[in-house]
């Protein structure tokens, strides 16, 4: 198992996805004699994962069962412990198509927060590109650390504890991309810039607030980046449901001649069936949703 | 080697690199051919000139359409404005504000006045500019600005720029897949170097390009392809290095079911659907070298002065006959090169342990996916991609019915843009109004003993715990 790259087997050591149904999921660490509780029961690691094939039905103590799934950047950031607000995939899609990321690229990223954007960065530009990733907080820096080498993608990244607006990436030229979620953005840009390859590259700064957003593009615009674009993506999902509505009766229509016979052609027998209603496979949304996340802000970094 | 020297070798503009050219939210795809004219915003344009330069060089465009590259300078310190007016009280939309006339601006255009310049004389021209107030005078100069710009950018293609160009020019091509959406199929179906990914799509080779940036030429993807032959236009566009291309790999839908039942044949000869397509494809190819032949092609060329004047004839049915035997030859070896391919195709897709699945396309989704997602391994993630959300509606119901995957939801994404200048922030006023919907999940393994119920009964809980 590793964040970048599959296998079929769970072995001791790993960190398996346990899927408890309806987007319920939660990260275990697979260790030799340990034990898990799930809500429907203890998962023996020795028994129940250790040799089992990704993807397997595991039967609990109590009889109820979970699927137990390999670890992917998307189903980390469902079930990673939450030690800052993180970024969620709709908008990492977004910023990892928007940054134009892919095998190779080398990217600089602060803060690193609780790892959710991190991880997904690194599984797109392994096996051959590098994370600089900034965290100005001592122990959330400390904590990624020892995640990425359990996930085993320490060695396409370095963790630098320190201010990135005062004291920048730690990198000068290197940069293909930059992203910034930190609360003063537009504090940063000279930094980045620095830290990017001489001929060129993209930004993406991401800022729950508009004034933030504002700062930000008047300080990108100054430092001489180009196609400054701000844009907002959010994710609407889709509830299958089956739902029966009922029709109304009009009563017998005499003044159509032709009704009856029309009637006995199209009107299913069950329709016909009182009180008539229709069944339909529909969707429905939900009665909330994240309705703001937060502006990305995209800019190029032209040749200097 | 000469680029040892240079720096920026592999950031120049080579012949026959594949190109993006850019002017505002514009994009085209192109292929760089020495004294091949391309049309762009309905200007024809040679680009016999970017050679050499670096990506991301701005031209202009001269008459004849040549290019140069621009000069650096800070553009629009050209418009001075001095005065502005507080509100657009006293301004009447009378027509007669501008008195510069359409035919004044043509004349001024051939003059060759730069476009800073027309833009000078139409606001010195304009009656009304003065008593606009900052901000609309700012978005006249930026309007008139759009208008009589005559430059264009070189950029390297990326997914990014391709998708966006798709979608700006040709939707339909790509069956109105927008580039966000895009951006969530690839994030979703966890595509990544290294793995081993299946794609159906109908998108013009967008989806499949996107993908194969990706994977950064490390792994598999098969194409599974519907029809004669594979399409892949769109990846063209991507300039990829040539090895990309070993890890592509295609296999026919048609075979699909004959694979699934262990009875695809990929080493005897067997006269089918295949070997008929590429009979037709060698006849397309007869006709084409006469239609060559008649502008005098290079190989004809040669072979005239080889021939004498005197026995030509003899010599020329000769030359005739071995050229169908070339042909004949030729046609066997592309037969055994493509059942080699099959045969390739059908291995890695034999052991059933592919990591990923991509479909976008203009097929009912339900039966792709069905029929395809036997090729996943267990705990890996699909996506699928449709116009239509009651196509995916039926996908999703008839997953719940066989089981097999967790994780199952359709969504689709909502993009807005934002104009963003001081004191007038805002969302833009025009926005995409659906850029189709995904069904995405996991696979898992299959259970026997009975279909899936996605949480488990309370019930049976009791009854089990007594058997542990």
């Not at chain 2, 045969?343 to 991509?358: K, T, W, Y």
Request: charged content about 25%; glycine content about 8%.
């Amino acid at each position: 198992m590793s964040f970048i790259e599959y296998s079929d087997l769970i072995q001791d050591g790993d960190v398996a996805i346990v899927h408890l149904g309806h987007n319920s999921v939660t990260a275990v660490k697979v260790q030799h004699g340990a034990q898990t509780q799930t809500r429907f029961g203890v998962i023996r690691h020795s028994t129940d994962l250790i040799s089992q094939r990704y993807g397997s039905k595991v039967t609990c103590s109590k009889g109820g069962w979970v699927h137990v799934l390999h670890p992917t950047p998307e189903l980390w950031t469902v079930a990673l412990p939450h030690r800052t607000q993180i970024l969620y995939t709709t908008d990492i899609a977004m910023v990892t198509m928007m940054l134009e990321l892919k095998p190779g690229s080398v990217v600089c990223e602060s803060g690193t927060g609780s790892g959710s954007l991190s991880h997904a960065i690194l599984r797109t530009i392994a096996p051959t590109g590098h994370l600089h990733t900034v965290e100005f907080h001592q122990q959330r820096a400390e904590k990624v650390v020892e995640e990425f080498k359990e996930h085993r993608v320490d060695h396409l990244v370095t963790v630098r504890n320190q201010d990135v607006c005062k004291d920048g990436f730690g990198v000068t030229g290197v940069a293909d991309a930059i992203f910034l979620d930190i609360p003063s953005p537009w504090e940063a840009v000279g930094h980045a810039k620095a830290a990017m390859k001489k001929h060129g590259g993209r930004l993406c700064s991401f800022s729950p607030c508009i004034e933030q957003v504002q700062r930000t593009c008047q300080a990108l615009t100054e430092r001489g980046f180009e196609e400054v674009r701000t844009l907002e993506v959010l994710l609407r999902v889709h509830n299958v449901r089956p739902v029966t509505l009922q029709l109304p009766d009009f009563g017998p229509d005499p003044g159509c001649p032709s009704s009856s016979s029309q009637a006995v052609e199209e009107a299913p027998p069950a329709a016909a069936a009182n009180p008539a209603s229709l069944k339909i496979k529909t969707t429905t949304p939900p009665r909330e949703m994240p309705g703001h996340t937060g502006y990305l802000t995209f800019a190029t970094k032209p040749r200097t | 080697m000469a680029h040892n020297e240079d720096d920026d070798y592999e950031y120049r503009i080579k012949e026959g690199d594949h190109i993006v050219l850019k002017r505002g939210d514009v994009y085209k795809a192109v292929q760089i051919q020495r004294k091949k004219k391309v049309i762009f915003e309905k200007q024809w344009i040679l680009l016999d000139n970017v050679v050499g330069h670096l990506y991301g060089t701005t031209f202009e465009i001269a008459s004849g359409g040549t290019l140069q590259p621009k000069e650096d300078k800070e553009t629009g310190s050209s418009t001075d404005v001095k005065v502005a007016g507080t509100d657009n009280r006293n301004i009447v939309d009378d027509g007669k504000s501008q008195k510069l006339t359409r035919d004044d601006i043509e004349t001024m255009k051939e003059q060759g006045l730069k476009n800073e310049e027309i833009i000078q004389q139409l606001i010195d021209n304009s009656s009304t500019f003065n008593n606009k107030t900052g901000y609309a005078q700012d978005k006249y100069i930026k309007k008139k600005k759009k208008k009589y710009e005559n430059t264009v950018t070189v950029l390297k293609p990326t997914c990014r720029i391709i998708a966006m160009m798709y979608h700006g020019r040709e939707p339909g091509k790509i069956c109105h897949l927008r580039y966000d959406t895009l951006a969530q199929m690839l994030t979703l179906g966890n595509i990544h170097a290294g793995s081993k990914v299946l794609v159906f799509e109908t998108c013009a080779g967008l989806v499949l390009g996107a993908i194969m940036e990706r994977m950064g030429g490390y792994g598999s993807v098969i194409q599974m392809y519907p029809g004669g032959g594979p399409v892949r236009a769109g990846v063209e566009c991507f300039g990829f290095p040539a090895h990309f291309h070993d890890m592509l790999h295609e296999f026919p839908i048609c075979r699909v079911n004959a694979l699934l039942a262990s009875t695809l044949d990929t080493s005897a000869k067997d006269p089918t659907a295949e070997e008929k397509s590429l009979n037709a494809a060698a006849e397309q190819e007869q006709i084409q070298p006469e239609a060559e032949q008649q502008e005098g092609s290079p190989a004809e060329e040669r072979m005239e002065t080889n021939t004498g004047d005197d026995d030509g004839q003899d010599r020329e049915k000769l030359e005739r006959e071995k050229r169908q035997e070339a042909k004949a030859q030729e046609r066997k070896v592309k037969l055994e090169e493509k059942r080699r391919k099959l045969a390739a195709a059908a291995a890695l897709l034999e052991g059933r342990n592919a990591d990923g699945l991509v479909i976008a396309s203009q097929f009912h989704p339900c039966s792709v996916l069905l029929g395809l997602i036997k090729f996943l391994s267990p705990s890996r993630p699909f996506v699928v991609f449709s116009q239509f959300k009651e196509t995916l509606i039926e996908c999703y119901t008839k997953l719940k019915e066989q089981g097999g995957t967790v994780n199952l939801m359709i969504t689709d994404t909502w993009l807005r843009h934002y104009q963003v200048l001081p004191d007038r922030t805002h969302p833009l006023l025009l926005m995409s109004g659906g850029g189709g919907y995904l069904l995405s999940g996991t696979t898992v393994a299959t259970d026997h003993s009975e279909p899936a119920a996605e949480e488990p009964a309370p019930k049976r809980q009791k009854v089990k715990d007594s058997e542990g």
